[in-house]
């Protein structure tokens, strides 16, 4: 006998049908011949039953076929019921290759379904994407910019920051406002607890201010861009639940917004720390003019500069913090700088508090258990 192969895919149990025809045997002659039930010859030719490797050996010996043959067609049956599983499984496999489903999931962004077009249809809004196939971008509402480099992770938080800042009601933006309250915000140097006023401070300036718990390895530290040409919008992550850092990234941002650096392109900081405070030649000239504004803000940068050179190499630690009192700003930021001018990173480390959870009780703050309902 020879193999077929079948145009359309047909439950098993229609060849063996033919091949009794053929021979016109029944159903129950077949079943004497193999040793088996009849029920069960009835439910193969009925498509209720599956041929296993033991009836497909009994099948080949009766009608001198190879059990391979009967198995084929077996598999093949089986796979064609499974196409439409098949296509959900790669649709599935081609959302989580694209996204961070789970993160996103975790955190509240996307809603978890076992509808697949509900999952991705959600994911095309998140995104702003006409279709699936499209590459995901950030897009800067004043020029239409995008940021199509940068890996997802890093995309999906800056829209999230996106999405969050547009639920927010704040006065027209005043530049004015903004360079009159730096002063403001000096005064609030000296105690962590004081950080609770910077959303506050900026909201009344005009400026809409989100903190979006980054991504694990994603290194993200502040945005700076503008959803109009008057409505600017800062972003941090505080990855580095410090002080001294939070008041350096959210002084980088600020000045980013005074120079208008994000009007045209926002300007997103990875890997911003103090050490990053460069007036290097290889650093974009914004971020050098935005990174000597953070520095001397936190510390007088010629009073640092005396402060080192006085007391060098005898850097103890009644010094550094009568050196931060005289200035009224915190210990903390003070040893920042120290740390990394000394390269000294375990150097009064202590002094380093955390600030993240006065900035998140009192601000817009996604993240850490706590997802912003923005529907």
Known sequence: MNTRIPAEVFPPGEFLREELETRNWSQVELAEILGRPARLISEIISGKRAITPETAKGLAAAFGTSAQYWMNLETSYQLSKAKIQEEEVSKRAKLYDKFPVKEMIKRGWITASENLEVLEQQFLRFFDL?????????????????????????????????????????????????????????????????????????????????????????????????????SPVIGMSIRYDRID?????????????????????????????????????????????????????????????????????????????????????????????????????DFLKKYQVKIRNFVTQSGMADGWGHTVNIF
């Open 130 to 230: 006409s279709h699936i196939d499209e590459e995901p971008s950030f897009i800067h509402a004043a020029k239409k910019t995008s940021y199509k480099s940068l890996p997802i992770e890093q995309l999906a938080w800056l829209n999230r920051v996106r999405q969050i800042s547009k639920t927010m009601i704040v006065p027209p933006y005043q530049e004015h406002r903004l360079q009159d309250a730096i002063p403001a915000l000096g005064r609030l140097l000296g105690d962590p607890e004081e950080v609770r006023h910077v959303p506050r401070i900026l909201a009344e300036c005009g400026v809409r201010f989100v903190v979006v718990e980054a991504f694990p390895k994603s290194n993200i530290d502040g945005v700076c861009f503008w959803l109009d040409s008057s």
């Open 245 to 345: 850092n939070f008041w350096f990234v959210l002084r980088h941002e600020i000045e980013h917004v005074l120079q208008k650096h994000g009007q045209q392109e926002g300007c997103f900081d990875v890997g911003l720390e103090g050490e990053k405070a460069s007036t290097a030649d290889s650093v974009p000239p914004e971020e050098r003019i935005a990174n000597a504004a953070a520095a001397e803000f936190c510390v007088s940068q010629s009073e640092l500069t005396n402060f080192i050179m006085r007391v060098r190499p005898y850097f103890s630690e009644q010094r550094v913090v009568l050196f931060a009192q005289r200035l009224k700003v915190h210990p903390g930021l003070v040893v920042g700088q120290l740390q990394r001018k000394l390269d000294r990173y």
